[in-house]
Nanobody, 112 residues
Framework: VQLVESGGGLVQPGGSLRLSCTAS????????LGWYRQAPGKEREFVAV???????NYGDSVKGRFTISRDNAANTVYLQMTSLKPEDTAVYYC???????WGKGTLVTIPS
């Protein structure tokens, strides 16, 4: 199983970014997928999760600003991030929820 994130970068506060995570080696449509993030010097934090039926859940710090979605035909899960804040700066990882499968992450930087 391989997960590859992309779409990170530097964005000004208030801006938007869309992260993508493409999976291979798994039956994508049957998986529950999650996004997590880790800021410098902090523990990894739950961001969002999407079930194979499309049900979604979000961490409190991103509710109303981030949207998780999936395209099973493309084996890809997305994280649309809006109204970005400096505290959103982190490496963002996707994962098959509840497993040891993680991507290597993509860096999102929001300058203060």
């Amino acid at each position: 199983v391989q997960l590859v994130e992309s779409g990170g970068g530097l964005v000004q506060p208030g801006g938007s970014l869309r992260l993508s995570c493409t999976a291979s080696g798994t039956i994508f449509g049957h998986t529950v997928l999650g996004w997590y993030r880790q800021a410098p010097g902090k523990e990894r934090e739950f961001v969002a999760v999407i079930g194979n039926g499309g049900n979604k859940n979000y961490g409190d710090s991103v509710k109303g600003r981030f949207t998780i979605s999936r395209d099973n035909a493309a084996n890809t899960v997305y994280l649309q991030m809006t109204s970005l804040k400096p505290e959103d700066t982190a490496v963002y990882y996707c994962s098959i929820y509840g497993t040891e499968y993680w991507g290597k992450g993509t860096l999102v930087t929001i300058p203060s």
